[in-house]
């Protein structure tokens, strides 16, 4: 049991996958525009994470101009250390 598509099917769906990368090659270019556009309320910010080895993970972010660490493994609890301000 063998069918045939139609050639106007095939069309719409050529066009609609045509459409999609469109649209993902249009957002991956404008990224940085729609992240700020999208940021810009934000209370919490994440600067800097770096994995650190073995599970590991430092993350560095700051909340209303105060910056934390936080220090995090896949099996314990994690650790938040306030940095210090410089005077």
């Known amino acids: 049991m063998q069918e045939t598509f139609d050639f106007y099917t095939i069309i719409i769906i050529i066009t609609f996958l045509g459409a999609l990368l469109l649209l993902a090659f249009l957002i991956n270019k404008k990224k ?3 992240k700020a556009h999208l940021n810009k309320n934000k209370t919490i910010g994440v600067s800097n994470s770096v994995v ?3 599970g590991n993970r430092a993350i560095l972010f700051e909340v209303e ?4 660490l936080v220090v ?3 099996n314990s609890i994690s650790n ?5 301000k410089k005077k």
Do not use: A, V
């Open 80 to 84: 938040i250390l306030p940095l210090m």
């Open 52 to 54: 650190i080895g073995g």
């Open 72 to 74: 995090s493994n896949k």
């Open 65 to 68: 101009n105060e910056k934390f």
């Open 32 to 34: 940085d525009i729609l």
